[in-house]
């Protein structure tokens, strides 16, 4: 299963290198950067050429919901061996890369929010005041 990485600019594959200092090179990841002089049409059209010449499950992963790479996601998401979550984070990031070998493309996104679900917290509730 491949894991593309939809962004705002270069964040992306910066992600990838902090990711991959943690849990060592991940393979089948590709980025994405969406920067302010392309449109959202030359940007959905980029990645839908790269699905199509795809055999692999993708697991499309934006930035931020409900912005351009949200509904890029949506978008393309709608092809058969294509889902997409959206909250990218280093977190979350590696987590996918561990969880796509054990669920099914199907399952991924419901099993990637189940257990980021509670993964931002308050640090002062966690650790205290002092």
Do not use: N
């Amino acid at each position: 299963m491949i894991l593309a990485l939809l962004t705002h600019g270069a964040w992306g594959k910066a992600l990838l290198e902090a990711a991959e200092l943690i849990v060592g090179p991940m393979k089948d990841v590709v980025c994405f950067p969406l920067f302010p002089e392309r449109s959202f049409k030359e940007y959905v059209e980029e990645i839908q050429t790269f699905i199509d010449k795809q055999e692999e499950d993708i697991l499309l992963m934006a930035d931020l919901m409900g912005g351009s790479t949200f509904h890029a996601a949506g978008k393309l998401s709608r092809a058969d061996g294509v889902k997409a979550v959206s909250g990218l984070s280093l977190e979350l990031l590696a987590l996918a890369d561990e969880l796509r070998h054990d669920c099914s493309l199907e399952r991924l996104p419901k099993c990637l929010v189940e257990r980021a679900r509670d993964r931002i917290a308050d640090m002062e509730s966690i650790l205290g005041k002092e």
